[in-house]
T-cell receptor
Framework: SQTIHQWPATLVQPVGSPLSLECTVE??????LYWYRQAAGRGLQLLFY??????ISSEVPQNLSASRPQDRQFILSSKKLLLSDSGFYLCAWSALGDRAALEQYFGPGTRLTVT | AQKITQTQPGMFVQEKEAVTLDCTYDTSDPSYGLFWYKQPSSGEMIFLIY????DQQNATEGRYSLNFQKARKSANLVISASQLGDSAMYFCDVGNNRKLIWGLGTSLAVNP
């Protein structure tokens, strides 16, 4: 069965510090991978998605970046965090398929507080 | 552009009763999927049910069913026999081409 891991679970970082969040998927090959951010009491905002190694699509211009160095590894980074980067970060994966849209499966999330 | 509207920010239901969570969507894509997710207070996002835009039958998954009315662009979630563990945020999504557009969610509280 497929499993998605995300770490750390919680993170408190000062403004201006770097960020690296990691997500790995087990039990599937060549998944689509996604990074979302959820502000308190809100829905999900798609930040990045990737359909393959080295292929990253950015949805929202910001000071965040994403990389996919391996098939099942997705990393979210920032060189200098802003207060507005605080939120709940979720990684998700979906399989390849013929349907118009595919359900996504989520990791446990990282709660980031920028102070 | 795709858009999801969930007009009920909060809902209450008595345990063992059924509840309907509303969702309307807007998309110009001829082929798309509709999804519902559940997010308990722990934060995990749990996939519940999927409906394809060309599916003739309404989707069902256990106690969850999706009331799909394509002409009205409506995809309401029906939860039958509510349980205390159903208390959570519920999100409706529309998507195609690998991306999902998320609604703002409905908070459901199940009362004992």
């Amino acid at each position: 069965s497929q499993t998605i891991h995300q770490w750390p679970a919680t993170l408190v970082q000062p403004v201006g510090s770097p960020l690296s969040l990691e997500c790995t998927v087990e039990g599937t090959s060549n998944p689509n991978l996604y990074w979302y951010r959820q502000a308190a009491g809100r829905g999900l905002q798609l930040l990045f998605y990737s359909v393959g190694i080295g292929q990253i699509s950015s949805e929202v211009p910001q000071n965040l970046s994403a990389s996919r160095p391996q098939d099942r590894q997705f990393i979210l980074s920032s060189k200098k965090l802003l207060l507005s980067d605080s939120g709940f970060y979720l990684c998700a994966w979906s399989a390849l398929g013929d349907r118009a849209a595919l359900e996504q499966y989520f990791g446990p999330g990282t709660r980031l507080t920028v102070t | 552009a795709q858009k999801i509207t969930q007009t009920q920010p909060g809902m209450f239901v008595q345990e063992k009763e059924a509840v309907t969570l509303d969702c309307t969507y807007d998309t110009s894509d001829p082929s798309y999927g509709l999804f519902w997710y559940k997010q308990p207070s722990s934060g995990e996002m749990i996939f519940l049910i999927y409906q394809g835009s060309y599916d003739q039958q309404n989707a069902t998954e256990g106690r969850y069913s999706l009331n799909f009315q394509k002409a009205r662009k409506s995809a309401n979630l029906v939860i039958s026999a509510s349980q205390l563990g159903d208390s959570a945020m519920y999100f409706c999504d529309v998507g195609n081409n690998r991306k999902l557009i998320w609604g703002l969610g409905t908070s459901l509280a199940v009362n004992p």
